[in-house]
């Protein structure tokens, strides 16, 4: 009698949730919020997503409701967690594809699993989605840094609220980024892979000038030409495609070093590039980038990341003159680094080390000695934590420094408070 009565109660509640309305967005239908439910899922920690797999693309900005602040992962597995009703605010700067009609800045609240609460209806929350990738901005300061350059502010404007992602040392004059400021923390290297690419922006630097175009391999060969007086040199210091002897659009402060793809996509700005050699590029200081988000996480501490450039590279033509170059020529802006070094500085202990990788792939051992590409005591034999091949020329060579003895060659920052080597 029990069973029968339980099977005709069953079947009567799974004709009344059939007959309900089904909320439909874009074609995907999603159950009425009283239905949905998870045994997976606690009450602690109701909704779990992974940012990896279950968000979408162009993906909103994040946010913790009412805060200036990204909503980030609470793990390096990449999961954000919430609790039962906990809330998220999520924001395009131009219109949705999904909940389309919404405004630009929306608020849902976890109901279970990967189901969200907006507006009444329930979402999955890759149904979230942006109709283009939401645009960052630039804020120019008055604060100076080297060489009376300025800060300049790289983040998301969202109504009053300013979500900021990195600082630039920006040198107006010269045209040249001394250097990029941003932190890592335990969760940095759980980066979202893969994201989108766009195209650089200058923002409103560099005027008069088509800076990705200065960029372009063909066009930097002619300006080591024009640079060089010799064809035949800049022939075999830009080589033609596919080889990886040219000059890239390198990053300053890495695309990988930020956790969300809309932080990754306010890197792209030429207030956070400099000329970089893409052998080096991809191989040894990769190692670093990768490397150092891994101290992080494997220490579970945070650090201070300075990531900047030194120097103008020479190259010489077949006379033997050795030229500064420079990609905006002949009006010498936008010169090509000698080394690229990012500084991490561990406040808990004060701790701290630099680690450096020397921007052309032409030179000997003996010349990166003698033309001043080594500019502080080598101290990499005391640093286990990056996996590079330092001494390989063609990767880029690469050591470390203390920060204070490399402060002293390139005063960029002061008062970074390092007492010790970070080992």
Sequence with gaps: MFLKIFLIFFATWLCSVNSQDIHIENGQEFMPYEEIFDENVTAANACTIDIHTQTASPQPVFIRPGQSQFFHPANRNGQMQFTANQAIELWCSGPWSSPSGAPNLITATCVSGQTFRYNNANFNFNQFRCQAWPQFTTRRTTTRCFNNAIIVDVGFQIGNRWLHVYQSCHDLVRETNWYTFYRFTPISDANQRNVERPRFQQSDFFPGRNVDNLYVRNVQRRTVADILQDQAAADRFIEPEPSDIFMARGHIAAMTDFILATEQQATFLFINTAPQWQTFNSLNWVSVEISSRRLAADRNINLDV?????????????????????????AGRIPVPQIYYKILVNNADRSGVVLIGVNNPHLTLAEIYRDGYVVCNDVSSQINYVSWQRTNLRRGYSYACEVNDFLRAVPHVSNLGVTRLLV
């Design 306 to 330: 300075y990531t900047g450039t030194h120097g103008i590279t020479r190259l010489w033509n077949s006379a033997g003159a050795r030229r500064q170059i420079f990609l905006d020529w002949p």
